[in-house]
């Protein structure tokens, strides 16, 4: 006889079994049907033996489904076959040992009060006088049955739902709490405090902020100054401050400082060399020429020494000035 052992709709818990999640590879290995999920303990002698056995358990669609095969040896389970055939009797209940619950809202539909069942574990097959009532599901919990008449035991295997709003609250809450301790706050602070904390932040924030202008403008201050000496020592060349100001704001003052104090020797200068008659030491060539362009020195050198200067400009420009 066919029978469907459980669907995914809602029960009478309020809660329902999700199909896909029951296992039932162990219950094929004894796969017995018992009545009203009454298991014989031996302490009676009208006590109920399992009817039967259930095979060609599968899954189809939405249902779980499997053939009761009745013990034709057993006086009773044959009377409960007939009421099946007679259509007295049409329902079976499964006994389900609870793994996980769900209240994920892909796993809820309506009217659900209680958590799903994603996961669980099927036991026994009953057949059941009437089915979607108290007795239609027979569900446990690490091997221990749910009292259906218990309430408080039925909450602390399958709690009841909590609402969107209770959730959303929860969720603000721990959120607050969790800002509280930022703050250094307790959980009981007022509103007024959480403020006071929160504009106190603010200002230091702001305080912060102009410290590290001043800083910046200190250290800006003071990498021109020693760029500045180190122009008036000749140790470098004009066209070089701006490389030896980046220097400065990228890797600090201390590596500006350390780079500028191992320049010993000073720069050339070419107009110093003319001053000195020390025109022996200059090299005729573009060279010469771009550095006192630079320096601004050209005009002077032709000043003292004109005979230098179109030396010079023939080795920058391939020809000699021509005289006006």
Same mark, same amino acid.
């Given at each position: 006889?066919?029978?469907?052992?459980?669907?995914?709709?809602?029960?009478?818990?309020?809660?329902?079994?999700?199909?896909?999640?029951?296992?039932?590879?162990?219950?094929?290995k004894?796969?017995?049907?018992?009545w009203?999920?009454?298991?014989?303990w031996?302490?009676?002698?009208?006590?109920?033996?399992?009817?039967?056995?259930?095979?060609?358990?599968?899954?189809?669609?939405d249902?779980?489904?499997?053939?009761?095969?009745f013990?034709?040896?057993?006086?009773f389970?044959?009377?409960?076959?007939k009421?099946?055939?007679?259509?007295?009797?049409?329902?079976?209940s499964?006994?389900?040992?609870?793994?996980?619950?769900?209240?994920?809202?892909?796993?809820?539909?309506a009217g659900?009060?209680?958590? =799903?069942?994603? $996961?669980?574990?099927?036991? *026994?097959?009953?057949?059941?006088?009437? +089915?979607?009532?108290?007795e239609?599901? %027979? #569900?446990?919990?690490?091997?221990?049955?749910?009292?259906?008449?218990?309430?408080?035991?039925?909450d602390n295997?399958l709690?009841?739902?909590?609402?969107?709003?209770?959730?959303?609250?929860?969720?603000?809450?721990?959120?607050m709490?969790?800002?509280?301790?930022?703050?250094?706050?307790?959980?009981s602070?007022?509103?007024?405090?959480?403020?006071?904390?929160?504009v106190s932040?603010?200002e230091?924030?702001?305080?912060?902020?102009?410290?590290?202008?001043?800083?910046?403008?200190?250290?800006?201050?003071?990498?021109?100054?020693?760029v500045?000496?180190?122009?008036?020592?000749?140790?470098? =060349?004009?066209? $070089?401050?701006?490389m030896? *100001?980046k220097?400065?704001?990228?890797n +600090?003052?201390e590596?500006?400082?350390? %780079? #500028?104090t191992?320049?010993?020797?000073?720069?050339?200068?070419?107009?110093?060399?003319?001053n000195?008659?020390?025109?022996?030491?200059?090299?005729?060539?573009?060279?010469?020429?771009d550095?006192?362009?630079?320096?601004?020195?050209l005009?002077?050198l032709?000043?003292?020494?004109?005979?230098?200067?179109?030396?010079?400009?023939?080795?920058?420009?391939?020809?000699?000035?021509?005289?006006k």
């Amino acid at each position: 006889m066919k029978v469907v052992i459980s669907t995914s709709m809602v029960n009478s818990y309020g809660s329902r079994v999700l199909t896909e999640g029951i296992d039932y590879s162990q219950y094929e290995k004894n796969p017995i049907v018992l009545w009203m999920h009454s298991r014989p303990w031996g302490e009676s002698e009208d006590e109920i033996l399992p009817i039967g056995k259930m095979s060609g358990i599968k899954q189809e669609g939405d249902k779980l489904v499997g053939d009761i095969e009745f013990d034709q040896d057993d006086e009773f389970a044959c009377k409960i076959e007939k009421k099946y055939a007679k259509g007295i009797l049409n329902m079976v209940s499964a006994g389900l040992d609870v793994l996980e619950l769900s209240d994920k809202p892909e796993d809820l539909l309506a009217g659900q009060t209680r958590m =799903t069942i994603s $996961k669980s574990k099927l036991r *026994e097959t009953s057949c059941v006088d009437i +089915g979607a009532n108290d007795e239609s599901l %027979c #569900l446990s919990m690490s091997g221990k049955s749910i009292d259906r008449k218990d309430i408080k035991e039925i909450d602390n295997f399958l709690p009841l739902l909590t609402k969107r709003e209770d959730k959303q609250e929860q969720l603000k809450k721990m959120e607050m709490n969790e800002i509280l301790k930022k703050l250094n706050l307790k959980e009981s602070s007022s509103e007024t405090e959480v403020i006071n904390a929160i504009v106190s932040l603010q200002e230091k924030a702001c305080k912060g902020e102009e410290m590290e202008k001043i800083f910046l403008a200190d250290k800006t201050k003071r990498i021109k100054t020693l760029v500045e000496q180190a122009l008036s020592e000749k140790k470098i =060349t004009p066209d $070089k401050r701006e490389m030896f *100001e980046k220097v400065g704001l990228t890797n +600090g003052l201390e590596v500006l400082e350390a %780079c #500028l104090t191992g320049m010993s020797g000073k720069v050339p200068d070419v107009t110093e060399e003319i001053n000195k008659g020390k025109k022996e030491n200059l090299a005729i060539d573009a060279k010469t020429w771009d550095k006192m362009d630079k320096e601004g020195s050209l005009y002077e050198l032709k000043m003292k020494d004109e005979t230098l200067f179109e030396q010079l400009f023939e080795a920058k420009f391939g020809k000699k000035k021509q005289s006006k």
